[in-house]
């Protein structure tokens, strides 16, 4: 099937794959000549977005050995990088280039990392390292001898009850601080902005699954839907009737409007009547909540954050919340929501009756 095709049948996640992997072969062409054979290796136990993210941040790794580290001023470029070279790599090399990740420029950009970012393009190298290691290229996996950063877990922002009242009011009905422009903008977009927003708050959905869905997604039979997980695999989330309602306002209005070309599917649609991009939904996600609370930045995952805690709350079992919002593994949602426990447990121990009167 064609481009031309995907984008026809709206087939949103295949079309994200087939542009991902078109730019890994792009960037392959300033890696390594050694890295096509890793991106094929890791190909079946990776997903395509894992395996950009890598290409970008090895693409890094050895502009860094190559321009910075005098003990490959021997290599024209980094199709000229070998195995050979790679061997020469020392746990010095690597936290110098820890050290580079801080502040650097590349391609008249500059780019910071705190230690979250550091970590993640170290676990790019470390995961290339013991890639060639266990194939016996390298006679010892130098990165896995370096420490990781530390990463600080943050406190969780989220809305509070009062708050998601009150960005829902001003998604359905506007705000006395909009301009003009701004509220004949709202008129036109009120309806799909408050689905938008009850959607996330109602099923804590990520941006990627909510930008994927199309219209035939939605089933108000059982008031569900299905979504595309990371590494695609396809669930079904449900809603209550609240969402119920918000969609199927938006939805009347969507199928009223005679401009979304028939063959469009996407359910979130733009004022152009094309697919609502991640950076789309982040701005409209933005531009309420700074109304409603101008001091939390809140984004669209701090929406799922949001009814994740109010789904622990109400059911106290980590193991539904891990299940409704696609973790792999509880021991992430616990991490997340570990500062709950104990308001968690109090609330229980309170439910124990021993004596009736």
């Given at each position: 099937m064609d481009n031309n095709n995907l984008k026809k049948n709206n087939d949103y996640f295949k079309q994200r794959n087939i542009d991902s992997l078109k730019k890994i072969r792009k960037i392959q062409e300033e890696l390594p000549l050694f890295c096509n054979e890793y991106f094929i290796g890791i190909e079946h136990k990776t997903s395509v977005l894992t395996r950009l993210n890598y290409a970008y941040d090895l693409r890094i790794f050895f502009y860094y050995l190559i321009n910075f580290q005098p003990a490959f001023s021997d290599v024209d470029g980094p199709q000229s990088f070998t195995i050979e070279h790679l061997r020469r790599v020392t746990t010095t090399h690597l936290e110098m280039y820890t050290d580079f990740l801080s502040y650097y420029e590349y391609n008249g950009k500059i780019y910071t990392n705190e230690n979250k970012g550091k970590a993640r393009k170290l676990s790019s190298v470390r995961a290339m390292f013991r890639y060639f290691y266990n194939k016996e290229y390298l006679p010892s996996d130098v990165s896995a001898k370096i420490s990781m950063p530390k990463i600080r877990d943050k406190?969780?922002?989220?809305?509070?009850?009062?708050?998601?009242?009150?960005?829902?009011?001003?998604?359905?009905?506007g705000?006395?601080?909009?301009?003009?422009?701004?509220?004949?903008?709202?008129?036109?977009?009120?309806?799909?902005?408050?689905?938008?927003?009850?959607?996330?708050?109602?099923?804590?959905?990520?941006?990627?699954?909510?930008?994927?869905?199309n219209?035939?997604?939605?089933?108000?039979n059982i008031n569900g839907f299905t979504i595309t997980r990371k590494g695609?695999?396809?669930?079904?989330?449900?809603?209550?009737?609240?969402?119920?309602?918000?969609?199927?306002?938006?939805?009347?209005?969507?199928e009223a409007n005679k401009s979304v070309p028939k063959d469009e599917q996407a359910l979130f649609?733009?004022?152009?009547?094309?697919?609502?991009?991640?950076?789309?939904?982040?701005?409209?996600?933005?531009?309420?909540?700074r109304i409603v609370t101008p001091l939390k930045k809140i984004s669209p995952h701090k929406l799922r954050s949001t009814y994740g805690t109010s789904l622990y709350r109400e059911t106290g079992d980590i193991?539904?919340?891990?299940?409704?919002?696609?973790?792999?593994?509880?021991n992430t949602t616990k991490k997340h929501y570990a500062a709950m426990s104990d308001d968690i447990r109090r609330a229980a121990a309170k439910k124990v009756v021993l004596r009736k009167d």
């Open positions: 406190e969780i922002i989220k809305l509070e009850s009062d708050e998601v009242e009150d960005i829902l009011n001003v998604a359905e009905n705000s006395s601080s909009l301009t003009k422009h701004q509220e004949a903008y709202h008129e036109m977009t009120h309806l799909r902005d408050t689905a938008l927003l009850t959607l996330f708050l109602g099923t804590g959905i990520r941006i990627s699954e909510c930008v994927g869905l219209v035939n997604d939605i089933d108000f695609g695999a396809r669930v079904i989330l449900y809603f209550s009737d609240e969402v119920a309602s918000a969609l199927k306002a938006y939805l009347k209005e969507r649609l733009s004022i152009q009547n094309k697919r609502l991009s991640v950076r789309a939904i982040q701005n409209i996600v933005q531009k309420y909540s193991y539904v919340v891990a299940e409704v919002l696609g973790h792999r593994d509880v």
